[in-house]
């Protein structure tokens, strides 16, 4: 993939099979554009100094924080902002676009087997 | 609109029927995420410190670069570096997504009757 290409979203999750692995689509100034199939219930984790954006593209997301779930359906989204505790879970297979700082760790403050550092570019 | 409410696109877009006029509908990070309603020509413009990331959710973008074209479909995005000179065109109606720093003019480089400065938050 070139810098200067579209990307179009359909083809690049038809890319990859992992779950809970990020993919880097994209670059915007101090931001990543990831994608990311997930299944399943992941961690409890959060993000000190960075926001981050779930953008729902195809299933459905729950997203766990500590007083409330927020359901996100195909054209919806939610930034979770920095500081807040949350717990993405998908019953069904979901595909998710995020935006969220270079530096940001999948797992944020929590490092552990589900923490991926390297991420693949796609 | 809280910032602690997700957003639906579909029904956000609804909420507004100015062309060329973007919308806040969030904020991540150093970044806001905006909607506008696009149709006809809008002018050659450039960020010179601003990548600006353009996501179609409905309708049909062609984004003129000074050497090529790209063609936008709905689930399609591409980001226009820093520096690249850019004119969105739509020939009917079509929603667009973006993503930049809160910074950035919509009119980049330009500023004329086109260029919105104080953005509605919906």
């Known amino acids: 993939m070139s810098a200067m290409d579209k990307t179009n979203l359909a083809a690049a999750f038809a890319r990859f099979s992992d779950f809970w692995s ?20 992941f961690i409890w984790h959060k993000h000190e100094q960075e926001d981050e954006l779930f953008l729902v593209v195809k299933g459905h997301l729950r997203l766990r ?9 195909p054209g919806e989204f939610f930034i979770v902002p920095r500081g807040v505790e949350h717990r993405p879970v998908a019953d069904e297979e979901c595909h998710v676009l ?15 087997e589900r923490t991926v550092a390297d991420l693949e570019r796609i």
Do not use: M, Q, S, W
């Open 65 to 73: 924080l500590r007083d409330r779930d927020i359901e996100l359906d």
């Open 22 to 41: 990020p993919k880097i689509v994209g670059e915007v100034n101090d931001a990543y554009v990831k994608l990311a199939k997930l299944k399943g219930a």
């Open 98 to 112: 995020f935006l969220e700082p270079k530096t940001t760790l999948n797992t944020g403050n929590v490092v552990n």
